[in-house]
Each structure stands twice: as C-alpha cells, then as structure tokens.
C-alpha cells in the first residue's frame, strides 16, 4: 500500500504574503497533493479558504514550508 503523506499545520508560524495587492496567509500545508489552504484577505476582509498548489507560492514562502 502506498504510505499517506501528513497534513502539516502551519497557522502557528504566522506565515503571510502579499501579491497583487492581495494578503495571504498560510494556514495548512498537505504533502500529498502539494498544496497549500491558505486564507485571501482583501482591503483587509477575510474572504475565504483557498486551495492552492505549492508551485504558485513566492520562492521565498517555499523556502519557509521546505516540503521535503
């Protein structure tokens, strides 16, 4: 059977970034499909929880999580 990956909560390292004008701040981290749920604030709004893939992440927030 294939091994399943961990989910890794990141919300603790208060890990946040900025792009187009938009805030993002990481909350969970999930080495199976290599994505990132992450909260979008706009005009200083939560808005919602996004699914984003880890490939789409700044280099230097990839940089912060180290998936290996």
Do not use: C
Request: hydrophobic share 35%; aromatic share 10%.
């Amino acid at each position: 059977m294939a091994k399943k990956k961990k989910i890794y909560d990141l919300s603790a390292q208060n890990i946040e970034y900025t792009q187009d004008n938009v805030k993002y701040k990481v909350l969970r981290f999930n080495s199976s499909y290599m994505t990132v749920d992450v909260i979008k604030f706009e005009d200083e709004n939560k808005q919602n929880i996004v699914d984003m893939p880890f490939a789409h992440l700044p280099k230097a927030i990839k940089k912060m999580i180290k998936p290996n």
